[in-house]
């Protein structure tokens, strides 16, 4: 009898989907900009989770939790995901389109 090995290949933004599902019940969805309030847009939700307080753009928790998401995904997948975000009605929808996105190669 002949074993055959399926793997599946590994989704590029499993730690951006882990994330969005770790942090997505402690704020509420928003398309657009990023919010003084408990809003955010996906990238807001990821700026988040690394300690960013949600209060300014121009503050040493954002340039701190900037730094570590640019460690996890580079500019050109996080406008991508801001625009998935942007097209979503919600962190599910985002979470869907992510998976979809990150097992096609050419995405």
């Known amino acids: 009898m002949t074993q055959i090995l399926l793997i599946k290949p ?11 599902e770790q ?29 960013w307080t949600g209060y300014s753009c121009f503050s040493s928790n954002y340039d701190e939790a900037d730094n570590k998401l640019h460690e996890l995904i580079s500019r050109e997948e996080q ?13 599910d929808v985002v979470i869907e389109r992510l998976e979809r996105a990150g097992r096609d190669p050419l995405n």
């Open 10 to 20: 590994k989704n590029r933004f499993a730690k951006v989907i882990e994330i969005i």
């Open 23 to 51: 942090e997505k019940h402690n704020f509420k969805f928003r398309r657009g900009n990023l919010g003084q309030d408990n809003f955010r847009c996906t990238i807001g939700l990821l700026l988040s989770h690394y300690g």
């Open 79 to 91: 406008s991508f995901i801001a625009s998935i975000n942007d097209y979503s009605e919600n962190y």
